[in-house]
């Protein structure tokens, strides 16, 4: 069953604590992107990657990091940096082969600061 | 940059009438406008995609159309059903100066079916 996955449903984040948010794919996708949705708000990218090793910020990076060691894989870090991190986050991923291309997204992460 | 501005925010119909939802956008070198379904705690899921080089296309009860001069792209859902509540997404891409492509969204739309 190819698709996205991302864990954990929900987190839990403490003052000053920095936490790892998963994205998984098994699409053999080279690109992929992690957004920010606010309530009523639209999705705002955070990082995107167009192969392995390499990775871009996007319109709100502050506060967050990723990686990407594998290609399936681009884990996003939410540091104590970000001052307002309760949010949900969707990770996406496409072929990456052009511009003009489907964004498939997985199922979300809500992170709550307690 | 690109910005795109979606409306209304909120929209009620009812179920069997006709749903219609307008974004527009201001990247003239814009050319790829999916539209997102997002139902509540889930992640979206594109449900129509339209690219420049055609003015409409359509999908059973679903129809994007899109207008270059203008700068502005719709979704029209006819003969709506309850299980079309939802929030919607319009999103822009233009061709990157470099990296992957980016995707604008659009504030989203809040969908209600009533019986």
């Known amino acids: 069953d190819g698709g996205i996955t991302q864990s954990p449903k929900y987190l839990f984040r403490k003052e000053g604590q920095n936490v790892t948010l998963s994205c998984e794919q098994n699409?053999?996708?080279?690109?992929m992107y992690w957004y920010r949705q606010d309530p009523g708000q639209g999705l705002r990218l955070i990082y995107y990657?167009?192969?392995?090793?390499?990775?871009q910020k996007g319109d709100i990076a502050e506060g967050y990091s990723v990686s990407r060691e594998k290609k399936e894989s681009f884990p996003l870090t939410v540091t104590s940096a970000q001052k307002n991190p309760t949010a949900f986050y969707l990770c996406?991923?496409?072929?990456?082969?052009?511009?003009?291309?489907?964004?498939?997204f997985g199922p979300g992460t809500r992170l709550l600061v307690l | 940059g690109e910005n795109v501005e979606q409306h209304p925010s909120t929209l009620s119909v009812q179920e069997g009438d006709s749903a219609v939802i307008k974004c527009t956008y201001s990247?003239?070198?814009?050319?790829?406008f999916p539209w997102y379904k997002q139902e509540l705690g889930k992640g979206p899921q594109l449900i129509i995609d339209?690219?420049?080089?055609?003015g409409e296309k359509k999908d059973q009860r679903i129809a994007v159309t899109l207008n270059k001069t203008a700068k502005h792209f719709s979704l029209h859902i006819t003969e709506t059903q309850p299980e079309d509540s939802a929030v919607y997404f319009c999103?822009?891409?233009?061709?990157?100066?470099?990296?992957?492509?980016?995707?604008?969204f659009g504030q989203g739309t809040r969908l209600t079916i009533n019986p």
């Open positions: 999103a822009a891409s233009s061709p990157p100066v470099q990296g992957a492509q980016k995707l604008v």
């Open positions: 996406a991923s496409s072929t990456g082969q052009t511009y003009q291309e489907t964004q498939y």
């Open positions: 339209i690219r420049s080089n055609v």
């Open positions: 699409l053999n996708h080279d690109a």
């Open positions: 990247d003239s070198a814009s050319n790829y």
């Open positions: 990657s167009q192969i392995v090793n390499d990775f």
